[in-house]
């Protein structure tokens, strides 16, 4: 059997055994990419058993700012050129049915690097410095990040871009386990300074050297760890606004500044691929690209419903690509359900890592696909649809429920103005309706049941508007007392004394600091 450039043959008849396979394959529904996504990971697994038990592979996480899920080449676009991307998912495995834990920044990066979902890892709202209720919050110490995951196994640890897990020093990168860190710790408008470690090299970002800045460093660090298993978290601050495209790309897109940044990045993307290439470990090297939420235009997002700041798909829904020559010898395309939460599991298994056995896990690895094997998840299992304190939504297989929910709940940053105030629940079915478009719930009064079920044991677990889970961790705050509070309409339920307080030690910290401005 063989798999060449998406053709399927093999000299057997495997109508039987696809036919035997239909009901295992959990989140597969082509039987045609199922079996040659199996025969092509299962021929790279026999070909070299040694790649996860053997040497270290190096680890590179390209993470992307609201990049959507037709923003690139190979899932839609028609307007860019990304040869580059779309090279590694030619190459890899490219997901279509992949989903981040929540539809805005933080929250977002906190599932990647924790392995939970935001609410349970206690990073649920978006972090802004410049926020009464935010600046004194972060990723709580306590959390495991991926960076300090692969220390275990003497790896080097490297962030390269935006940060926004927290701007004190308390919650920086290098007190998360990286060794080093080179880019801008928030949103441009939150604070445009531009950092290499603890020196800030630029008092406002330049914009438009972003990506040449960025690759500049991301080479480097390619090339000074040769030798050595090394994990590099490269969290690139576009396509988000504001961007500028460098002068060598200007107007070399179909779709304006946007565009251009956009094939700006992916040339970034190619002189990493060539450097790893260079210097002789891009097989040994697993290249992962992923966004960390949906684009600010329904543009992007095609042809999924919905934007950033929203749990329709379009919000959720990104591009996910894994490429690791040593492992994947011929590309492969996979609607196997996967979100943020499996790749610390991932990691963890490929690396010889147990996961902690003090805290709980929302993820699966998906090395199991690598294998030719089924993940250890049910094709049923619920996937929770957050916005940060609101649980807004519910998926079970093809099923997604979005629940009713009141003004009150909604964070200030929820576009989704059709669904404010919803009173009855409204079902879709994915499957048929990619678009979310037609209400099936009166149809269906069997499934609206079981999902509410659902919807409440999440709540119970992961919390709500101000409700607190058994399931949740400590956000992490330098003032651990004080009650988080996501929304800054809420702020007036914190003590006059406390608020004071928190006054002092913010002017403490930052003489300079005036209202509204940022530090």
Not at 490 to 511: F, N, S, V, Y
Request: charge should be neutral; hydrophobic fraction near 35%; glycine fraction near 8%.
């Amino acid at each position: 059997m063989r798999f060449e450039g998406g053709n399927f043959s093999s000299s057997t008849n495997l109508d039987v055994l696809a036919a035997r396979k239909s009901q295992l394959l959990m989140g597969i529904r082509s039987l045609h990419f199922a079996l040659a996504l199996m025969v092509s990971l299962m021929t790279a697994s026999r070909a070299d058993d040694k790649a996860i038990e053997g040497s270290l592979p190096n680890v590179i996480f390209v993470l992307t700012d609201d990049l959507g899920y037709s923003d690139i080449g190979c899932y839609g676009a028609t307007k860019v050129s990304t040869p580059h991307i779309d090279q590694m998912a030619a190459e890899g495995i490219r997901f279509t049915e992949f989903h981040t834990a929540a539809s805005i920044c933080s929250p977002s990066r906190a599932a990647f690097l924790t392995g939970a979902y935001p609410q349970r890892a206690g990073l649920y709202m978006g972090i802004n410095p410049i926020r009464t209720a935010h600046w004194f919050l972060g990723l709580h110490p306590d959390e495991i990040t991926l960076a300090e995951l692969l220390k275990q196994q003497g790896y080097a640890t490297h962030m390269v871009g935006k940060w926004h897990l927290g701007t004190e020093p308390e919650f920086l990168p290098q007190r998360q386990g990286f060794d080093s860190y080179y880019g801008m710790p928030c949103n441009f408008s939150h604070s445009p300074k531009f950092f290499d470690g603890d020196d800030e090299v630029f008092a406002k970002a330049p914009l438009n050297r972003l990506t040449e800045l960025y690759t500049e460093r991301v080479t480097r660090i390619i090339r000074e760890n040769v030798g050595e298993p090394f994990f590099l978290y490269y969290a690139h601050n576009y396509p988000h606004t504001p961007y500028r495209a460098g002068e060598n790309f200007r107007g070399s897109s179909q779709d304006g500044v946007r565009g251009d940044v956009m094939q700006e990045l992916d040339w970034g993307v190619g002189e990493m691929m060539k450097a790893l290439k260079q210097v002789g470990i891009e097989d040994n090297t697993i290249v992962i690209f992923a966004s960390d939420n949906g684009p600010t235009k329904n543009t992007y997002a095609q042809p999924y419903r919905g934007t950033k700041y929203v749990t329709f798909e379009g919000g959720h829904r990104v591009p996910f690509i894994i490429h690791w020559p040593d492992r994947i010898r011929n590309g492969a395309v996979s609607n196997v359900s996967a979100n943020a939460m499996d790749l610390f599991p991932t990691l963890s298994q490929i690396i010889g890592v147990k996961l902690p056995n003090d805290r709980v896990y929302d993820g699966v690895s998906l090395v199991p696909l690598l294998e030719g094997k089924f993940l250890d998840r049910k094709s049923d299992a619920p996937f929770y649809y957050y916005n940060c304190e609101n649980l807004q939504a519910v998926r079970r297989g093809d099923w997604k429920l979005h629940l009713p929910r009141e003004k009150k709940q909604l964070p200030f940053w929820d576009k989704n103005k059709a669904f404010a105030g919803l009173k009855q629940p409204v079902l879709y079915n994915l499957r048929t309706d990619r678009a979310e478009k037609s209400d099936v719930a009166s149809a269906n009064p069997k499934i609206v049941k079981q999902m509410l079920k659902l919807a409440a044991s999440a709540r119970d677990d992961l919390g709500e508007f101000m409700q607190r889970g058994r399931g949740q961790r400590p956000t992490g705050s330098i003032f651990p007392g004080v009650p988080v509070i996501s929304h800054e309409k809420d702020w007036g339920a914190i003590p006059m004394t406390t608020a004071q307080a928190l006054e002092i030690e913010r002017k403490t910290r930052h003489p300079d600091w005036k209202d509204g401005e940022a530090k």
